[in-house]
């Protein structure tokens, strides 16, 4: 089993981020020899990056950073489930990712991000360079979902045939990067 880590780049208390994220993890769910594992940034509630060493010297002074650490090392894979905020990605998901050095090292990573015409792919951009310094694999082929508020329908995502397609290919691609 490939074990994929949806980690859910946005905290708002009122955020379609959480609907995004349950659509993927029924994808997940769905592929064979896939096991999805959500991790919600929101939850999870990092402080803003307070470790006094280098994350590359994996030596870290907090309980919560372990974890973190932790959870992302177990992950055969990530798919990160983002907003566009300003024509770039969420300031929570830049300090979940600086906690952290070489766990992100190798690490097949496929995006879904969102937003408004752009379907979030200036925030996809402006991530890529962050992954590839860290060393992540990435996708060449991510899934974007523009004016996803109106495929939001009683607090879920509603998918079109098109973007259930995209996720399928996503994952294969995944899985198969992933090994
Ligand atoms: C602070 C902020 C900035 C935004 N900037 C953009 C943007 O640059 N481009 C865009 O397409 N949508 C933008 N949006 C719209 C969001 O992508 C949309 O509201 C989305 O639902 C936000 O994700 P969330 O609800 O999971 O937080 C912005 C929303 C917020 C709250």
């Given amino acids: 089993m ?75 894979a990530i798919v990160l489930v983002m907003p566009e905020y300003n024509h770039s990605f969420t300031a929570p998901l830049k300090n979940a ?25 200036r925030a996809v951009v402006a991530l890529q360079p962050v992954l590839v310094n860290l060393g992540a694999r990435l996708l060449p082929a991510n899934v974007e979902l523009a004016w996803v508020a109106e495929s939001i329908v009683d607090g879920e995502f509603v998918a079109t045939d098109r973007q259930d397609r995209a996720i399928a290919a996503m994952l294969a691609a995944l899985a198969a990067l992933a090994g």
């Fill in 97 to 121: 990712i600086d906690y952290l050095h070489g766990e992100w090292a190798g690490k097949p990573i496929g995006m879904v991000s969102y937003g408004g015409i752009s379907a979030g792919s």
């Fill in 2 to 76: 490939t074990d994929v880590l949806i980690i859910i780049a946005s905290t708002r208390s009122v955020r379609v981020g959480g609907a995004v994220g349950r659509w993927v993890e029924a994808r997940v769910a769905a592929s064979a020899g896939l096991e999805a594992r959500i991790v919600d940034l929101r939850e999870l509630d990092l402080p803003m990056m307070d470790e006094p060493k280098h994350p590359r010297l994996k030596d870290y002074t907090r309980q919560t950073t372990w974890q973190w650490s932790a959870t992302v090392e177990a992950a055969d």
